[in-house]
């Protein structure tokens, strides 16, 4: 690869990144298989504590099992609008076997590296979606049949955007850093 082409990759990568938004209305129109799994397999393809890959992910593409996980997460609907919602989980004892109670971490971290892959994965194949934390994680867990030693640690309706939302302000990158120390 010449670097013409490396600046126009590394270029379409930090696009999706700085572009990508929340989405949170969506039109009613089904999701290609091969599209999901291979944003699924971005997903699996993060970073991962001794590449244990301590995660999981729960499709949910039922109408009414939809709407149940929509009002677990606090009512917030349009949950239920999206043609398919992955539910990530961390998987403790995956990453607890190596690691002991650290595992515990790992295998959270594991999941968010996971949920930020589905986000730009979704977002370059031209669908929406939003990361939602804000949910009842007892009653989802039930809902789902999540094993006790599984955690929910996120909602990802995805499907193919109906608004196109600005991107949100973040603070300026010189506020967040820190040099040698805090």
């Given amino acids: 690869m010449n670097s013409a082409e490396k ?5 379409k990568c930090l696009d999706v990144i700085f572009n990508r938004v929340s989405i ?22 993060a970073p991962s504590a001794g590449n244990l890959q301590a995660r999981d992910f729960i499709i949910v593409k039922d109408k ?17 609008e999206a043609p398919v919602v992955v539910v990530v989980c961390a998987n403790y004892p995956r990453s607890m076997r190596v690691y002991g ?11 968010t590296a996971a949920i930020e892959n589905i986000l730009l994965a979704a977002c370059t194949l031209g669908l929406g979606c939003v990361w939602v934390g804000a949910f009842h994680e ?22 193919y955007p109906a608004e196109s939302p600005e991107r949100r302000r973040r603070y300026p990158i010189e506020e967040l850093i820190h040099l040698e120390k805090w």
């Fill in 7 to 11: 600046d126009s990759d590394f270029r």
């Fill in 138 to 159: 007892g009653e989802v867990s039930r809902l789902l049949k999540i094993p006790e030693y599984a955690r929910p640690m996120a909602i990802i309706p995805i499907g």
């Fill in 64 to 80: 009414k099992m939809r709407e149940r996980i929509a009002k677990a997460a606090l009512n917030q609907m349009f949950i239920a």
């Fill in 101 to 111: 109670e650290r595992g515990r971490l790992y295998a959270e971290q594991d999941a």
């Fill in 24 to 45: 949170r209305k969506f039109q009613d129109k089904d999701i290609p298989e091969d599209d999901l799994m291979e944003i699924l397999r971005a997903g699996n393809a």
